[in-house]
């Protein structure tokens, strides 16, 4: 079982390379994978940034993270 989701990436600040995704975008992004996991542990199985936009696929046997590491895991 999978769940698909994406997080909008802000315009980045004058100056700097790219937008940074905040700990409350990817809190509010595992909020709706564990609404669909429900009781079953999951993880971020897959992230590809592309043209302002995240994708994440998070699934049953991937990466566990709360809402900080996924977005140090995001930006970095």
Do not use: C, H, W
Not at 37 to 49: A, N, P, T, V, Y
């Amino acid at each position: 079982m999978t769940f698909e989701d994406s997080i909008k990436v802000p315009t980045p600040a004058k100056g700097a390379p790219r937008g940074i995704v905040t700990a409350k975008q990817a809190e509010q992004s595992l909020a709706l994978a564990a609404k669909a996991f429900g009781e079953s542990r999951f993880g971020l199985l897959r992230s590809e940034r592309r043209a302002g936009v995240i994708s994440l696929v998070y699934g049953l046997n991937g990466r566990a993270l709360d809402a900080n590491g996924l977005a140090f895991e995001l930006n970095n």
